[in-house]
């Protein structure tokens, strides 16, 4: 009886959330770029609008960029020809629009006389939502902060990764914790500027700082003095998230930003590999001193991203045992070696030699040997 008590709440719960995800409607007369790149986190931060007679291109701030005459509805093959963008389009249906710019070769190249299709630029039909002002947006927002759960950029079986946004008028402060056996044992923090701006009923904000390091648009749906749930891109991915009003947490953080977060790139893709200039050996005697012991054997291994100023960040968690079955060691040891690893500085360039795979930071890990519960050995 209880088992099927659980089974009938566990039911309520996931149809509730399936209902969360679709009680949006589209609006096909707006659409908002996701990435760039089939397969790549390169965010598209622009908007195209569509009415009967044009197309409007609005750039991360919704400022008018170009646009062109149509006499029907967009649809596949046809090419947008604007003052200052090329666009034909790839396909076109009620969930996305795929377009490349023909007039971009560097960005969109054209390999022997023919479009590759990977190199596309999608854009998704927006939300419909009761108008948000954005004054009124502010009221809610400044000075306040809200968390939600996250995901690790890197691979991670262990950490637990919340995400608070403070906002002022016209700037993010973005906090990262990452916990281990419910205790915060990382934290990294970011600033940057924040846009938001009305169209017709719709809010949008953006974190766009120039085409150095584009960022995704984010649509607004729904803000109180309690939550703020917003739509997003991450690569691929269509994410609605909502946040909820919290404090912010009496931590020390470190301060992280990608330099590039459109790709990050491997540590053994660039000319250099972008391993630690001092050595395993090194690494191994100066995070093994002063390490608490624990118990058993296997392997402790720290994902993380280095960036174009030689910081390590973003980080991730995963552990075996010598049969490469997940496992857990004490808090102490894995609290010590993530620090130390967070805290390391001297590394190679990351920035790629690659121009169209371009990247400036590069994902990185150390796998540590550990015997007896003590650290032997290091690799990559």
Request: with cysteine; glycine share 4%; charged share 25%.
């Given at each position: 009886m209880k088992l099927r008590y659980l089974c009938f709440w566990c039911v309520v719960y996931v149809l509730s959330s399936c209902h969360t995800q679709e009680e949006y409607l589209k609006d096909t007369t707006l659409w908002v770029g996701?990435?760039?790149?089939?397969?790549?986190?390169?965010?598209?931060?622009?908007?195209?609008e569509v009415s009967e007679d044009k197309c409007m291109l609005r750039d991360h701030a919704g400022e008018l960029i170009d646009q062109c005459k149509i006499t029907k509805n967009i649809s596949k093959g046809d090419t947008l020809t604007?003052?200052?963008?090329?666009?034909?389009?790839?396909?076109?249906?009620?969930?996305?629009?795929?377009?490349?710019?023909?007039?971009?070769?560097?960005?969109?190249?054209?390999i022997k006389g023919r479009i590759d299709k990977?190199?596309?630029?999608?854009?998704?039909?927006?939300?419909?939502?009761?108008?948000?002002?954005?004054?009124?947006?502010?009221?809610?927002?400044?000075?306040?902060?809200?968390?939600?759960?996250?995901?690790?950029?890197?691979?991670?079986?262990h950490l637990v990764v919340k995400r608070y946004l403070t906002f002022t008028k016209d700037s993010l402060m973005t906090l990262r914790t990452y916990a281990y056996q419910d205790k915060v044992i990382y934290s990294e923090h970011q600033a940057q500027p924040l846009t938001l701006y009305n169209l017709g009923d719709k809010l949008f904000m953006s974190c766009n700082s120039g085409s150095q390091n584009p960022q995704p648009i984010m649509q607004v749906l729904k803000v109180t003095k309690n939550a703020l749930t917003i739509r997003y891109f991450d690569g691929d991915e269509d994410i609605?998230?909502?946040?909820?009003?919290?404090?912010?947490?009496?931590?020390?953080?470190?301060?992280?930003?990608?330099?590039?977060?459109?790709?990050?790139?491997?540590y053994y893709h660039n000319t250099t590999d972008v391993t630690y200039r001092k050595g395993n050996e090194y690494l191994i005697n100066k995070i093994s001193k002063g390490a608490p012991m624990d118990e058993g054997d296997?392997?402790?291994?720290?994902?993380?991203?280095?960036?174009?100023?030689?910081?390590?960040?973003?980080?991730?968690?995963?552990?075996?045992?010598?049969?490469?079955?997940?496992?857990?060691?004490?808090?102490?040891?894995?609290?010590?070696?993530?620090?130390?690893?967070?805290a390391l500085t001297d590394w190679p360039d990351t920035v790629s030699d690659y121009k169209i795979f371009y990247y400036e930071d590069a994902h990185c890990f150390l796998m540590f040997k550990i015997e007896n519960g003590k650290i032997v050995d290091l690799c990559p």
């Open positions: 996701g990435n760039r790149i089939m397969d790549r986190t390169l965010p598209f931060p622009y908007l195209l604007m003052k200052n963008h090329q666009f034909e389009v790839l396909f076109n249906d009620q969930s996305r629009i795929n377009i490349f710019q023909l007039n971009d070769t560097l960005n969109y190249p054209i990977k190199y596309r630029a999608k854009l998704i039909p927006t939300f419909k939502t009761k108008r948000i002002e954005k004054h009124e947006a502010l009221q809610f927002l400044t000075s306040n902060s809200f968390v939600a759960r996250d995901s690790a950029e890197n691979p991670n079986d609605i998230r909502t946040f909820e009003k919290s404090s912010k947490p009496e931590t020390k953080s470190a301060s992280y930003t990608n330099c590039y977060d459109g790709h990050v790139g491997e296997g392997y402790i291994i720290v994902q993380f991203n280095v960036n174009c100023q030689s910081k390590a960040g973003r980080p991730g968690l995963i552990m075996m045992d010598k049969s490469y079955q997940k496992r857990q060691f004490s808090l102490p040891l894995v609290s010590h070696i993530l620090k130390e690893v967070m």
